[in-house]
């Protein structure tokens, strides 16, 4: 029997357009560090420190996970960078979450809208996603909690439990 795993899937902090730099190098404005920040902490308070993170390479999602991964007490070195995050549709982010570790029983991948806002509708039972309000939107630092009872690399659409969205702007 395989225990549960949870995918914990965080669309990145609020990024700036005040600069003039490429989309991949937008960074975090100092709001969205205090929003991934709370959802760092919600993630100790709950217990729910990844045995392995994910992350895109773009700029606001690495500075995302740092920070969230510097709550939980996670060295940065620890972050594993993957390219195919960053404009991922969602057959992307499935290929992606595939490849993780057995061992890992809660994975936490950061990356970016549309991709991480689809993955609910794509990787929730049907009738799991009417027990959870999924009316607002995947803000940025949005995490979405999803559990499911098989080996990642079995990871199908429609096969898991969507647990919880916690938004970062309501936290405390």
């Known amino acids: 029997m395989i225990d549960s795993c949870e995918l914990m899937l965080l669309r ?3 990024s700036s357009w ?9 960074d975090v404005t100092d709001k969205g560090k205090q929003h991934v920040e709370e959802i760092g902490i919600w993630l100790k308070q709950h217990q729910k420190v990844p045995d392995y993170v994910l992350c895109s390479p773009a700029k606001r999602a690495q500075v995302t996970a740092e920070i969230v991964c510097q709550q939980l ?3 940065k070195d620890d972050i594993k960078f993957n390219h195919q995050i960053y404009n991922a549709d969602v057959s992307d982010i499935f290929n ?7 061992h890992c029983r809660r994975v936490l991948l ?5 991709s991480i806002e689809m993955m609910i509708h ?8 009417n027990d959870v309000d999924t009316s607002e939107p995947v803000r940025p630092a949005t995490l979405v909690c999803f559990s499911f009872n098989e080996d990642w690399n079995k990871l199908l659409p429609h096969s898991a439990e969507l647990i919880s969205i916690t938004h970062g702007k309501y936290l405390p």
């Open 110 to 114: 950061i990356g970016h809208n549309p």
């Open 96 to 102: 992606v979450v595939k490849t993780c570790p057995s």
């Open 122 to 129: 794509h990787l929730a039972s049907d009738q799991n996603v």
């Open 73 to 75: 007490g996670i060295s």
């Open 12 to 14: 990145h902090g609020k």
């Open 18 to 26: 005040e600069t003039m730099v490429s989309d991949f190098d937008r």
